[in-house]
């Protein structure tokens, strides 16, 4: 049976979950959706595990363990104001996960490249975050974006403060195609009915990377689910979990 296990990077609490086999142990960082926790994707940990990966998860800035509000309230702050308040989270996130890799690498054993997604939230930091460290070099982003702006959403954008406006003019992938020069294999599970987080962002996106990536077009997708709003599927999940095992 596998047993998930706990620690902290500096003041970031992780959770993870080792595989059986004594392979080459390949970490996947998978991260939860917005104001969700490490503990709530568990079960993506453990069937990572099965599939051969550390699998391992932390929580986000100012999520679980490290929020200073109640769930109700971040929800509320944040969704009063999404690029004020939501712009930070992403960029901070993205920005931290290379001092977890090193700690997998240095303390689990993984080898010194990296697999990593996430579920809307934690898929949009995931995509971020391979443009912050090149040992990321497989991406499984579900109903995520790459473009921070998300044009067609529902929901009211608010405006940005500096602080924030600095954390998207440093981070938003869909203007810094530049830091994917090293080619991580993406790729984007959308709902084709996505009001929330519209799947023309990982569109454009991607198009934009034709470019730098015509040597090898298969390493970019984006996939639509049919009839499907903004809701994780277990076929987004199986998706993921074989792109993993392909280009890991």
């Not at 993205?94 to 303390?107: G, K, L, M, S, Y």
């Not at 054993?109 to 460290?133: F, T």
């Not at 984007?188 to 990377?209: E, H, N, S, T, Y």
């Amino acid at each position: 049976m596998t047993i998930l296990k706990q620690a902290m990077v500096a003041d970031i609490p992780l959770l993870w979950a080792e595989p059986a086999t004594h392979a080459p142990r390949k970490l996947v960082i998978w991260l939860p959706g917005f104001s969700g926790s490490k503990e709530s994707v568990q079960n993506n940990l453990l069937d990572l595990a099965a599939a051969g990966f550390v699998g391992l998860s932390f929580d986000p800035c100012q999520h679980g363990e490290r929020r200073s509000e109640s769930v109700e309230a971040l929800r509320a702050r944040v969704r009063g104001n999404i690029r004020r308040y939501f712009w930070p989270i992403l960029a901070q996130t993205a920005e931290e996960t290379p001092q977890i890799i090193d700690w997998a690498v240095h303390t689990l054993g993984a080898v010194p490249l990296a697999g990593m997604g996430g579920i809307s939230m934690g898929g949009d930091i995931a995509v971020a975050a391979a443009g912050v460290d090149q040992r990321i070099r497989a991406v499984a982003a579900c109903i995520a974006t790459a473009d921070w702006l998300r044009p067609g959403s529902f929901e009211p954008p608010g405006e940005p403060d500096a602080v924030a406006q600095a954390c998207y003019d440093r981070r938003n992938p869909l203007t810094h195609l530049e830091l994917y020069r090293h080619r991580p294999a993406i790729s984007f599970q959308c709902g084709a009915q996505d009001q929330q987080v519209p799947p023309d962002g990982a569109q454009r996106f991607v198009a934009a990377l034709h470019p730098i990536y015509a040597e090898q077009p298969e390493q970019l997708e984006v996939f639509c689910q049919p009839d499907t709003p903004h809701k994780f599927t277990e076929v987004m999940w199986q998706s993921g979990l074989r792109w993993f095992a392909k280009y890991l």
